[in-house]
């Protein structure tokens, strides 16, 4: 059965860095795309980008592109989600999902989300 | 980017009754339409994709119709636990997007 595993979550403060991960497990890892996908109120769900681990080629939302960088360890089989300095805007559920072989493909399964709270 | 609209943004319905969601897009996306189903405090769950087609292990009650710009979701006769929040996403340009979700609730 194919995983998702998100870090738990995280409260910071603005201008922090922070990192979250995701762990994928019960499928070839390489061979499917993760996607980061966040979740307010305000905006409800929005991508933000994606990765293909088997050669980390990275696709970003063209709103979001340079505040969050997406990476992954294949050899671990994770993704992860960074910020640099984060923003109380950036308070969201995140979730990290897996799509298909190609960038542009339905999300199955989503992770279970990580909760970011950025607050002074 | 493609701009994706679901109506109404809430839906009272009665269990066992029919419910039917609506989602338009800005652009034609093709048959590159999913569904998703998201209860309270729980992530996501695929239902539909390639707009029509039901996702693994998804009842039949759950039905969808559509390509271009016009889609439709359709719950046949809706159970207790199909009080929920639903989306529609198309997947046919970067960047992918989202509805902003249709809530259906007890009537």
């Known amino acids: ?120 | 980017e493609t701009v994706m609209t679901q109506s109404p943004a809430t839906l009272s319905v009665s269990p066992g009754d029919r419910a039917t969601l609506s989602c338009r897009a800005t652009q034609s996306v093709s048959s590159d339409l999913a569904w998703y189903q998201q209860k309270p405090g729980q992530a996501p769950r695929l239902l539909i994709y390639g707009a029509y087609i039901r996702a693994t292990n998804i009842p039949a009650r759950f039905s969808a119709s559509g390509s271009g710009t016009e889609f439709t979701l359709t719950i046949s006769s809706l159970q207790s636990e199909d009080f929920a929040a639903y989306y529609c996403q198309h997947y046919n340009n970067w960047p992918p997007t989202f509805g902003q979700g249709t809530k259906v609730e007890i009537k």
């Open chain 1, 1 to 120: 059965e194919v995983h998702l595993v998100q870090s738990g979550a995280e409260v910071k403060k603005p201008g922090e860095s922070l990192k979250i991960s995701c762990q994928g497990s019960g499928y070839r890892f390489t061979d499917y795309w993760i996607a980061w996908v966040r979740q307010t109120p305000g905006k409800g769900l929005e991508w933000m980008g994606a990765i293909y681990p088997g050669d980390s080629e990275t696709r970003y939302s063209p709103s979001l592109q340079g505040h969050v960088t997406i990476s992954a360890d294949k050899s671990i089989t994770a993704a992860y989600l960074q910020w640099s300095s984060l923003k109380a805007s950036d308070s969201a559920m995140y979730y990290c999902a897996r799509l298909g072989s190609y960038a542009t493909s339905p999300i199955d399964p989503w992770g279970q989300g990580t909760l970011v709270t950025v607050s002074s």
